[in-house]
């Protein structure tokens, strides 16, 4: 499978113009290659993805995500196609509302920015073709580009394994950028092979991976282990890209700098809610098992 990494692009006569790796994005026609976005991909730890934009061209994206524009952008808020659209991404943690940057005229330039450090990939999409990520991953994409609710193969799973098991779903054809949390490590299984990963560092993955979860084993690794009572299982075929810093992971290391935090108030909180939700995931999905 093509790699999620970000493309070479080089700056060209005012404009952006892009060499393709075949091992990076595969075999292309001359014709399809004419049809891609054209975009950059800048920074290291904090980065940015500029977009150029043609006239009529269109890129969403969920709410705060734009960074900068020029004024040959048109920018348009709406429910990205209608109520039960709108409620469908609240339900994955999403914006209920999206908003549309489209090209008025020669020379439209928007820039979006996530909100945490890490790194932005960007994908091109077969038409059908789909990834699976977690649901504060996606920054923006092309107009044609779906976004929506990945449903889960165990109810448990999909709706009471946590934060970090609530995911999205994107498909294609067209350009989407997703933003990973810190660095990011490309495994690939193969078929049957298993891997367990803690919640948070679930990042992007192929729809051909089977994602579970599972209680960690043993009562002394629960109460003293300190990697919570669940964990993410996927298993192969397919890719998935780990994020090395996930974002609660963050939270809970900045919460020991807040008032009252002291290494047991908002650590100790943001923690006691995700392991709640993960027994609550355990049992129902138990129950519940295979829909």
């Known amino acids: 499978m093509a790699d999620l990494r970000q493309i070479i692009i080089f700056w060209h006569a005012g404009g952006f113009a892009r060499e393709t790796a075949h091992h990076m994005l595969g075999q292309r026609t001359p014709g399809e290659m004419e049809t891609h976005m054209r975009y950059q991909i800048s920074g290291t730890v904090m980065q940015t993805v500029e977009i150029d934009l043609a006239p009529g061209e269109t890129v969403y994206s969920q709410t705060h995500a734009m960074a900068w524009m020029n004024d040959s952008v048109n920018m348009h808020t709406n429910t990205g196609g209608g109520l039960f659209a709108g409620l469908k991404r609240s339900l994955t943690g999403g914006s209920f509302f999206v908003t549309d940057f489209t090209g008025e005229k020669s020379g439209g330039h928007v820039a979006f920015a996530p909100r945490f450090p890490g790194s932005i990939l960007a994908r091109q999409l077969a038409p059908g073709e789909s990834l699976i990520c ?3 991953t996606f920054l923006c994409a092309e107009k044609s ?8 193969q165990r109810i448990g799973s999909g709706f009471f394994g946590g934060a970090g098991f609530i995911l999205q779903k994107v498909t294609g054809p067209g ?3 997703l933003d990973l949390s810190g660095e990011v ?13 803690h919640a948070g560092h679930v990042g992007v993955h192929t729809p051909s991976v089977s994602f579970d979860i599972q209680m960690v084993p043993g009562f002394r690794n629960i109460l003293f ?6 964990l993410a299982s996927l298993t192969g075929p397919g890719d998935v890209f780990l994020q090395s810093m996930p974002i609660i992971n963050l939270a809970e290391a900045l919460a020991h700098y807040l008032p009252g935090g002291n ?3 908002g650590a100790g909180r943001v923690g006691a ?5 993960g027994v609550l995931g355990a049992i129902l999905g138990g129950v519940l098992g295979e829909t």
């Open 134 to 136: 977690r649901k504060e």
């Open 175 to 177: 350009t989407v950028f």
């Open 225 to 230: 282990g300190g990697e919570g009572l669940f």
């Open 273 to 277: 809610a995700a392991a709640g939700a």
């Open 145 to 152: 580009v779906a976004l929506e609710l990945a449903w889960q």
């Open 185 to 197: 490590v490309q495994k690939t299984l193969a078929p049957g092979e298993r891997l367990l990963v």
């Open 263 to 265: 290494g047991e108030g």
